[in-house]
Protein backbone atom coordinates (compact mmCIF):
# COMPACT_ATOMS: atom_id res chain seq x y z
CA UNK A 1 0.00 0.00 0.00
CA UNK A 2 2.89 1.94 0.84
CA UNK A 3 4.51 1.67 -2.78
CA UNK A 4 1.23 2.69 -4.42
CA UNK A 5 1.05 5.72 -2.41
CA UNK A 6 4.45 6.40 -3.06
CA UNK A 7 4.16 5.75 -6.79
CA UNK A 8 0.86 7.97 -7.19
CA UNK A 9 2.66 10.72 -5.10
CA UNK A 10 5.78 10.78 -7.86
CA UNK A 11 3.50 11.13 -10.76
CA UNK A 12 1.00 13.62 -9.28
CA UNK A 13 4.61 15.10 -8.67
CA UNK A 14 5.66 14.66 -11.85
CA UNK A 15 2.85 16.07 -13.57
CA UNK A 16 2.84 19.57 -11.38
CA UNK A 17 6.75 20.00 -12.56
CA UNK A 18 5.86 19.07 -16.12
CA UNK A 19 3.27 21.84 -16.37
CA UNK A 20 5.55 24.54 -14.14
CA UNK A 21 8.50 23.58 -16.40
CA UNK A 22 8.95 26.39 -19.24
CA UNK A 23 11.21 26.03 -22.51
CA UNK A 24 12.47 27.95 -25.19
CA UNK A 25 12.37 27.85 -28.83
CA UNK A 26 14.79 28.91 -31.66
CA UNK A 27 13.17 30.00 -34.52
CA UNK A 28 15.51 30.08 -37.51
CA UNK A 29 14.25 31.61 -40.81
CA UNK A 30 15.92 31.52 -44.18
CA UNK A 31 14.57 32.48 -47.59
CA UNK A 32 14.49 29.15 -49.87
CA UNK A 33 15.00 31.20 -52.67
CA UNK A 34 18.80 32.00 -51.50
CA UNK A 35 18.91 29.57 -48.52
CA UNK A 36 20.82 32.92 -46.43
CA UNK A 37 19.09 34.14 -43.08
CA UNK A 38 16.32 36.66 -43.42
CA UNK A 39 16.79 39.77 -41.01
CA UNK A 40 13.58 41.21 -39.42
CA UNK A 41 10.95 38.37 -39.91
CA UNK A 42 8.04 39.13 -37.73
CA UNK A 43 6.90 36.26 -35.17
CA UNK A 44 3.63 35.79 -33.58
CA UNK A 45 2.73 33.33 -31.24
CA UNK A 46 -0.81 31.90 -31.69
CA UNK A 47 -2.12 31.43 -27.59
CA UNK A 48 -5.46 29.98 -27.22
CA UNK A 49 -7.12 32.18 -29.80
CA UNK A 50 -5.20 35.42 -29.13
CA UNK A 51 -1.99 36.33 -31.43
CA UNK A 52 1.18 37.76 -29.50
CA UNK A 53 3.89 39.51 -31.30
CA UNK A 54 7.36 37.53 -30.06
CA UNK A 55 9.82 39.69 -32.17
CA UNK A 56 11.90 40.15 -34.63
CA UNK A 57 14.80 37.83 -36.41
CA UNK A 58 18.35 38.81 -36.09
CA UNK A 59 20.98 38.84 -38.46
CA UNK A 60 21.38 35.34 -38.11
CA UNK A 61 17.83 35.56 -39.29
CA UNK A 62 16.93 33.83 -35.35
CA UNK A 63 14.57 35.20 -32.79
CA UNK A 64 14.59 33.05 -28.80
CA UNK A 65 11.44 32.94 -27.89
CA UNK A 66 11.47 32.18 -24.04
CA UNK A 67 9.27 30.99 -20.92
CA UNK A 68 6.86 29.21 -23.25
CA UNK A 69 4.83 26.88 -21.41
CA UNK A 70 2.33 24.80 -23.72
CA UNK A 71 3.14 21.85 -25.14
CA UNK A 72 1.68 22.85 -28.34
CA UNK A 73 2.15 26.65 -29.80
CA UNK A 74 1.84 28.18 -33.51
CA UNK A 75 4.31 30.42 -34.89
CA UNK A 76 3.12 32.96 -37.94
CA UNK A 77 6.03 34.29 -39.54
CA UNK A 78 5.19 37.31 -41.49
CA UNK A 79 7.95 39.31 -43.75
CA UNK A 80 7.26 43.34 -43.40
CA UNK A 81 8.26 43.77 -46.83
CA UNK A 82 5.88 40.90 -48.64
CA UNK A 83 8.75 39.78 -50.01
CA UNK A 84 8.00 36.32 -49.06
CA UNK A 85 4.76 34.38 -48.14
CA UNK A 86 3.76 34.57 -44.85
CA UNK A 87 4.47 31.14 -43.17
CA UNK A 88 2.73 28.71 -40.10
CA UNK A 89 4.75 26.49 -37.70
CA UNK A 90 3.20 24.17 -35.47
CA UNK A 91 5.38 23.13 -32.75
CA UNK A 92 4.24 20.17 -30.55
CA UNK A 93 7.12 19.68 -27.49
CA UNK A 94 5.55 17.42 -24.62
CA UNK A 95 8.52 17.24 -22.58
CA UNK A 96 8.98 21.13 -22.74
CA UNK A 97 12.71 20.78 -23.95
CA UNK A 98 15.02 23.60 -25.86
CA UNK A 99 14.92 23.13 -29.31
CA UNK A 100 15.74 25.03 -32.33
CA UNK A 101 12.67 25.40 -35.12
CA UNK A 102 13.99 26.15 -38.77
CA UNK A 103 11.93 26.63 -41.52
CA UNK A 104 12.13 28.16 -44.85
CA UNK A 105 9.79 30.83 -46.44
CA UNK A 106 9.26 31.09 -50.24
CA UNK A 107 9.24 33.87 -52.34
CA UNK A 108 5.42 36.05 -52.66
CA UNK A 109 3.96 34.42 -56.41
CA UNK A 110 5.25 37.64 -58.30
CA UNK A 111 8.30 37.10 -57.28
CA UNK A 112 8.68 33.47 -57.42
CA UNK A 113 7.80 33.43 -60.93
CA UNK A 114 10.71 36.06 -61.87
CA UNK A 115 13.46 34.11 -59.75
CA UNK A 116 12.80 31.13 -61.54
CA UNK A 117 13.06 32.64 -65.32
CA UNK A 118 15.82 34.72 -64.06
CA UNK A 119 17.99 31.76 -63.24
CA UNK A 120 17.23 29.82 -66.23
CA UNK A 121 18.34 32.54 -68.17
CA UNK A 122 21.80 32.90 -66.50
CA UNK A 123 22.39 29.05 -67.56
CA UNK A 124 22.46 27.47 -70.61
CA UNK A 125 19.36 24.90 -71.38
CA UNK A 126 20.95 22.06 -72.46
CA UNK A 127 23.46 19.20 -71.06
CA UNK A 128 27.32 18.61 -71.53
CA UNK A 129 27.15 16.02 -74.30
CA UNK A 130 29.75 16.66 -76.22
CA UNK A 131 31.89 17.04 -73.19
CA UNK A 132 31.02 13.94 -71.22
CA UNK A 133 33.05 11.32 -71.15
CA UNK A 134 31.24 8.04 -70.12
CA UNK A 135 34.29 6.27 -68.94
CA UNK A 136 35.15 8.97 -66.51
CA UNK A 137 31.84 10.49 -65.86
CA UNK A 138 31.00 10.63 -62.14
CA UNK A 139 27.71 11.34 -61.56
CA UNK A 140 25.82 14.12 -60.03
CA UNK A 141 23.79 14.01 -56.65
CA UNK A 142 21.99 16.20 -53.84
CA UNK A 143 24.70 17.67 -51.35
CA UNK A 144 24.35 15.58 -48.22
CA UNK A 145 22.65 12.72 -50.01
CA UNK A 146 19.40 11.92 -51.44
CA UNK A 147 18.70 11.09 -47.78
CA UNK A 148 18.62 15.00 -46.83
CA UNK A 149 17.42 15.53 -50.03
CA UNK A 150 14.54 14.08 -49.46
CA UNK A 151 13.82 14.86 -46.11
CA UNK A 152 14.12 18.65 -47.31
CA UNK A 153 11.57 17.76 -50.28
CA UNK A 154 9.24 16.17 -47.29
CA UNK A 155 9.91 19.10 -45.03
CA UNK A 156 8.84 21.81 -47.92
CA UNK A 157 5.80 20.08 -49.89
CA UNK A 158 2.97 22.09 -49.58
CA UNK A 159 0.33 19.56 -50.60
CA UNK A 160 -2.36 21.59 -52.75
CA UNK A 161 -5.79 22.03 -51.45
CA UNK A 162 -7.42 21.04 -54.49
CA UNK A 163 -5.66 17.79 -54.48
CA UNK A 164 -6.65 16.86 -50.87
CA UNK A 165 -10.30 17.45 -51.09
CA UNK A 166 -10.01 15.09 -53.89
CA UNK A 167 -7.81 12.28 -52.67
CA UNK A 168 -5.32 12.92 -55.67
CA UNK A 169 -1.89 11.43 -55.02
CA UNK A 170 0.53 9.98 -56.95
CA UNK A 171 4.34 10.37 -58.75
CA UNK A 172 4.94 13.59 -60.88
CA UNK A 173 8.48 12.90 -62.91
CA UNK A 174 10.38 15.54 -63.15
CA UNK A 175 13.68 16.54 -65.31
CA UNK A 176 16.07 19.02 -64.65
CA UNK A 177 19.50 20.76 -65.24
CA UNK A 178 22.54 20.48 -62.96
CA UNK A 179 24.64 23.33 -63.31
CA UNK A 180 28.48 23.22 -63.57
CA UNK A 181 28.02 24.75 -59.94
CA UNK A 182 25.24 22.59 -59.02
CA UNK A 183 22.11 25.18 -59.64
CA UNK A 184 19.50 23.68 -60.40
CA UNK A 185 17.44 25.26 -63.70
CA UNK A 186 15.16 23.96 -66.53
CA UNK A 187 12.88 22.25 -64.00
CA UNK A 188 10.14 20.19 -66.54
CA UNK A 189 7.49 17.59 -65.97
CA UNK A 190 8.01 14.18 -67.53
CA UNK A 191 4.80 12.31 -66.11
CA UNK A 192 1.90 14.48 -64.99
CA UNK A 193 -0.39 13.63 -62.17
CA UNK A 194 -2.83 16.74 -61.64
CA UNK A 195 -1.80 20.15 -62.42
CA UNK A 196 -1.72 20.95 -59.13
CA UNK A 197 0.31 18.35 -57.84
CA UNK A 198 2.88 19.15 -60.97
CA UNK A 199 3.19 22.73 -60.03
CA UNK A 200 3.89 22.22 -56.26
CA UNK A 201 6.34 19.16 -57.35
CA UNK A 202 7.80 21.45 -59.53
CA UNK A 203 8.02 25.01 -57.22
CA UNK A 204 9.31 22.29 -54.63
CA UNK A 205 12.34 20.97 -56.58
CA UNK A 206 13.39 24.68 -58.48
CA UNK A 207 14.21 25.76 -54.37
CA UNK A 208 16.12 22.87 -53.34
CA UNK A 209 19.90 23.40 -52.42
CA UNK A 210 22.27 23.34 -55.03
CA UNK A 211 23.61 19.56 -56.06
CA UNK A 212 27.49 18.38 -56.18
CA UNK A 213 27.86 18.53 -60.07
CA UNK A 214 28.59 15.74 -62.03
CA UNK A 215 32.48 15.71 -63.36
CA UNK A 216 33.86 14.21 -66.44
CA UNK A 217 37.83 14.15 -66.64
CA UNK A 218 37.90 15.91 -63.65
CA UNK A 219 35.93 18.88 -64.74
CA UNK A 220 32.09 19.84 -63.63
CA UNK A 221 30.03 19.31 -66.31
CA UNK A 222 26.28 20.00 -66.82
CA UNK A 223 23.59 17.12 -67.00
CA UNK A 224 20.64 15.85 -67.10
CA UNK A 225 18.27 14.03 -64.12
CA UNK A 226 15.16 12.78 -63.59
CA UNK A 227 13.62 12.49 -60.03
CA UNK A 228 10.33 11.39 -58.98
CA UNK A 229 8.49 13.93 -56.10
CA UNK A 230 6.06 11.73 -54.02
CA UNK A 231 2.53 12.68 -53.21
CA UNK A 232 0.97 10.63 -50.73
CA UNK A 233 -2.15 11.31 -48.48
CA UNK A 234 -1.44 8.72 -46.08
Known amino acids: MQKLLFIITALVLSSQLLAAKTYNITVRVESLATHTPLTGMLVTAVLKKDKVPMGQTDAKGELVVKGLKAKSIKFIITDPSNSHREHSLNIYNPTKADQIAALGLRLNSNQEAAFFKATDAKYPAQPDLDAINANDLVDTNPV ?90 N
Open 144 to 233: GGFEEFQKYIYMNMEYPDDCIEQNISGKVYLSFLVQKDGTITHVMTEKSVHPSLDAEATRVLRYAPKWNPATSNGKPVITLVRVPIVFNL
